[in-house]
T-cell receptor, first 111, second 111 residues
């Protein structure tokens, strides 16, 4: 079974704080993704990575950055959290045939 | 980039009836179309997918059809059961591993 683990299920942060969301996969997948899920907007891609130290912007990268120092780990960074970044964040990893496996999600509240 | 539209946004069906969700896509180069199911409080999981060299695919009570000329694809659930209640997402990609998701359909199966 593929396992994609996100470090926190719930997180509460203050406006202006630096926030790190961590994701680890155990399937040796090349590709990893960060999505944001908001009601009525579906899953929107923030960033993805197709190899260690490689990253590409998704559809909504503003206000976010990422880090992939090791193949199994992909981190999403909010440099200065804002209230409009309150959301559910989903990490996914993908191997052959485009199939993506999702983590359980981190519900982030920025106050 | 790819734009995927999904309809309806909500769907309520009587147990035992059929449910149909439709998606359209914009990029004629798209060739992989997965469907993900997200139960309440859980992660999205792939339930069925179809590639552009196939017009229809079936797996027990669920089926997906693809019309490449019209650029639309649909999910069909027959003999709906309470456990089919969930949010369903369609997606499309043109082989670059980056899935573009629809906004989601909330399906409620009434007992």
């Amino acid at each position: 079974d593929v396992k994609v683990t996100q470090s926190s299920r719930y997180l509460v942060k203050r406006t202006g704080e630096k926030v790190f969301l961590e994701c680890v996969q155990d399937m040796d997948h090349e590709n990893m993704f960060w999505y944001r899920q908001d009601p009525g907007l579906g899953l929107r891609l923030i960033y993805f990575s197709y190899d260690v130290k490689m990253k590409e912007k998704g559809d909504i990268p503003e206000g976010y950055s990422v880090s992939r120092e090791k193949k199994e780990r992909f981190s999403l960074i909010l440099e200065s959290a804002s209230t409009n970044q309150t959301s559910m964040y989903l990490c996914a990893s993908g191997g052959v045939a485009n199939i993506q496996y999702f983590g359980a999600g981190t519900r982030l509240s920025v106050l | 980039g790819e734009n995927v539209e999904q309809h309806p946004s909500t769907l309520s069906v009587q147990e035992g009836d059929s449910a149909v969700i439709k998606c359209t896509y914009s990029d004629s180069a798209s060739n992989y179309f997965p469907w993900y199911k997200q139960e309440l409080g859980k992660r999205p999981q792939l339930i069925i997918d179809i590639r552009s060299n196939v017009g229809e695919k079936k797996d027990q009570r669920i089926a997906v059809t693809l019309n490449k000329t019209a650029k639309h694809f649909s999910l069909h659930i027959t003999e709906t059961q309470p456990e089919d209640s969930a949010v369903y997402f369609c997606a499309a990609t043109s082989n670059d591993y980056k899935l573009s998701f629809g906004a989601g359909t909330t399906v409620t199966v009434r007992a």
